[in-house]
Nanobody, 118 residues
Framework: QVQLVESGGGLVQPGGSLRLSCAASGSIFSNYAMAWYRQTPGKQRELVAGINRYGSTNYADSVKGRFTISRDNAKNTVDLQMSSLKTEDTAVYYC????????????WGQGTQVTVSS
């Protein structure tokens, strides 16, 4: 079992920056691939960025070059640095932990609101 707690959301102007952090507890963090998803009302949750156990990353096309995901296995955290924010980045951002061992183990945080508005 993994507990995930996000922090760092808020209101920011277009072009600004924000850093989200996700703190994990309850299991061996380094065994999990981590990711950030986001969701807006009426839409499906979408992958924003992911980082696997070995540090390899992947990004949605819409955030490439603007967002950076990183993990610290010593601190059990995964961060999402967001720059050059756009109004369309407004969403609830969720932290996700996933590993596969015979079956899929997947956990979600409670979400943190990011609002990009002038």
């Amino acid at each position: 079992q993994v507990q995930l707690v996000e922090s760092g959301g808020g209101l920011v102007q277009p072009g600004g920056s924000l850093r989200l952090s996700c703190a994990a507890s309850g299991s061996i963090f380094s065994n999990y691939a981590m990711a950030w998803y986001r969701q807006t009302p009426g839409k499906q949750r979408e992958l924003v960025a992911g980082i696997n156990r070995y540090g390899s990353t992947n990004y949605a096309d819409s955030v490439k070059g603007r967002f950076t995901i990183s993990r610290d296995n010593a601190k059990n955290t995964v961060d999402l640095q967001m720059s050059s924010l756009k109004t369309e980045d407004t969403a609830v951002y969720y932290c996700n932990a996933r590993r596969f061992d015979i079956r899929l183990y997947e956990y979600w945080g409670q979400g943190t609101q990011v609002t990009v508005s002038s």
